[in-house]
């Protein structure tokens, strides 16, 4: 078998598998019509709780939650030491979620008290706790629902900031269902393993770049916009992939590593928009930065290495039938189309 026979056989493998993760993501958007959640295919968002020493035992709480409309997530910040509140808390709501910010003065040392995210063990979500101390040392840590509190330590290594963020970075890939099906649908245009690598490494270096660029203040976009725009690149890349099979030429298909690359810059301001919703610790920027982005590309590897397994293992039981590629194509079409006109009806509220 040639080359390129390999290749067409294992796009057909991918559309195989495809047809399962097409069920799962028009069950999804059924879903998302009944219940009308939000505007993003992301289902996971967390929480962020951000306590800064200013002066000795005076701490500056924000406590960031998402949003479900127009409700916040019934969660709360509680430690086991003696506190007393200097000021009562302010909410105010930023787009998906509700920032609360207030002072307190600790009657005990915060170093060794248990904090605890009263209702974080009801959810399906996580939430970050940074905490940074007047002598420079800080503390970063992942609660989950099934572990909801933890102890604060004096100081923490860097490493253990890295590990946090870059689980973070797996969780929102994980997750980022637009995100892996503009790669699945990359994957069905290029069907030669050089092309692939090139693609692949234009889409990363790309959003790479912005999320940099965007988590930095350096250079920013309207999110709801952007998510839209996401989608819309999707429902392009579908329309690519059936032209190429109708047997036309577009830049796309000639040089498909020039759009993952356009596209990537798009992509990673979506990266940027979780990073920043997520927050970063003041003292370990770069370090958090380069663990989130780390976690995404070990995600989105361990994705396309998930989908070329399974395109071998079903391409060595049935014959799969070239037309499904297109059906593929048509199904990542609709879904990505739903989720454009979803996005851009909240970007533009007013048309």
């Known amino acids: 078998m040639t080359r390129a026979a390999e290749w067409s056989a294992l796009a057909r493998g991918l559309c195989a598998v495809m047809g399962c993760v097409r069920l799962i993501l028009l069950a999804a958007a059924a879903q998302a019509v009944l219940f009308v959640t939000g505007t ?17 035992n005076d701490f500056t709480v924000l406590f960031k939650t998402p949003m479900q409309g127009d409700a916040r997530l019934a969660l709360s910040a509680l430690f086991s030491g003696k506190i007393e509140a200097m000021t009562p808390i302010v909410s105010r709501p930023t787009g998906d979620a509700m920032v609360q910010t207030w002072h307190m003065r600790t009657i005990e040392p915060l170093a060794g008290q248990n904090v605890l995210i009263e209702g974080l063990q009801n959810t399906m979500t996580d939430t970050l706790v940074h905490v940074v101390f007047a002598n420079g040392n800080s503390w970063t840590a992942r609660l989950t629902p099934s572990a909801p509190s933890a102890v604060i330590p004096a100081s923490q290594s860097s490493w253990a900031v890295f590990v946090t963020y870059v689980q ?56 709801r916009p952007v998510e839209a725009m996401i989608s819309i690149s999707i429902v392009m890349i579908a329309a690519e992939v059936v032209r190429m099979e109708l047997g036309h030429l577009s830049l796309a298909i000639a040089r498909p590593w020039i759009v993952a690359f356009a596209f990537g810059l798009l992509h990673g301001f979506g990266f940027a928009g979780a990073l920043v919703e997520l927050g970063l610790p003041h003292s370990d920027v770069p370090m958090a930065l380069l663990a989130f982005n780390v976690g995404v590309e070990l995600g989105q590897l361990a994705f396309i290495a998930v989908l070329l397994s399974a395109v071998y293992a079903v391409g060595r039981l049935i014959a799969i039938p070239r037309q499904s590629i297109v059906t593929s194509a048509y199904a990542i079409g609709i879904v990505a189309t739903f989720w454009s006109i979803q996005r851009l009806d909240a970007a533009f509220p007013q048309f």
């Open 168 to 223: 973070h970075g797996i969780e929102h890939i994980a997750f980022g269902f637009d995100h892996l099906l503009f790669v699945a649908g990359l994957m069905l245009i290029v069907r030669d393993w050089r092309k692939l690598v090139k693609a692949i490494t234009a889409f990363t270096a790309a959003h790479s770049i912005t999320l940099t660029c965007a988590t930095l203040g350096w250079l920013t976009l309207p999110s």
């Open 40 to 56: 993003s295919a992301h289902e996971v968002r967390p929480a962020y709780l951000s306590v800064e020493e200013g002066a000795p």
